[in-house]
């Protein structure tokens, strides 16, 4: 586990040893920004469709997240996993844990990092406490190659 202060620090020092993988959606990696060294391979997609006159969305787990890591790194490489607060972040390191590699950090606080917790403040209830936002510096700028807009869209080659 490391914070994203930490996990900066850790890029910054060995920038190319370490691998810093944003498993959010696409959509959370460009409307919410994102360390402009991340590489975007969502841990699931976002799927929405229309039922009963009722607009329902819900989570698609990416069935090639596995093999997309495995065409950006090797199984003994550092990687350093992120998603909004950890959570899907550490789901992914287990998918990864399973499937061989064994050099995995979860980036614990995130990209938006903890909710404030002071009722007086304006940010109450808002991911506003640590997490890389707070912490280093980040993007909206995207780079194609560093992005998987939808299932089946990699831009990267087959090791």
């Known amino acids: 586990y490391v914070t994203a202060k930490?996990?900066?620090d850790m890029w910054q020092a060995d920038p190319e040893n370490v691998t810093i993988?944003?498993?959010r959606t696409p959509e959370e990696y460009a409307f919410v920004g994102h360390p402009e060294m991340a590489w975007n391979i969502p841990f699931a997609f976002v799927t929405y469709h229309r039922?009963?006159?009722k607009t329902e969305y819900g989570p698609k787990m990416n069935p090639d997240f596995v093999e997309e890591i495995k065409k950006l790194a090797?199984?003994?490489d550092l990687l350093l996993l992120m998603c909004r607060s950890g959570g899907r972040s550490a789901m992914a390191i287990n998918l990864l844990a399973t499937a061989g590699f064994t050099n995995l950090y979860n980036i614990t606080d995130g990209m938006e990092g903890d909710k404030v917790?002071?009722?007086g403040s304006v940010f109450f209830g808002?991911?506003?406490r640590n997490g890389w936002k707070n912490s280093a510096p980040w993007v909206y700028t995207l780079d194609p190659e560093k992005i998987i807009l939808t299932e089946?869209?990699?831009t990267r080659a087959d090791p």
């Open 6 to 8: 930490e996990a900066f």
């Open 21 to 23: 993988i944003d498993v």
């Open 51 to 53: 039922k009963d006159g």
């Open 74 to 76: 090797g199984p003994e």
């Open 117 to 119: 917790t002071d009722p």
């Open 126 to 128: 808002k991911r506003m």
């Open 152 to 154: 089946g869209t990699s």
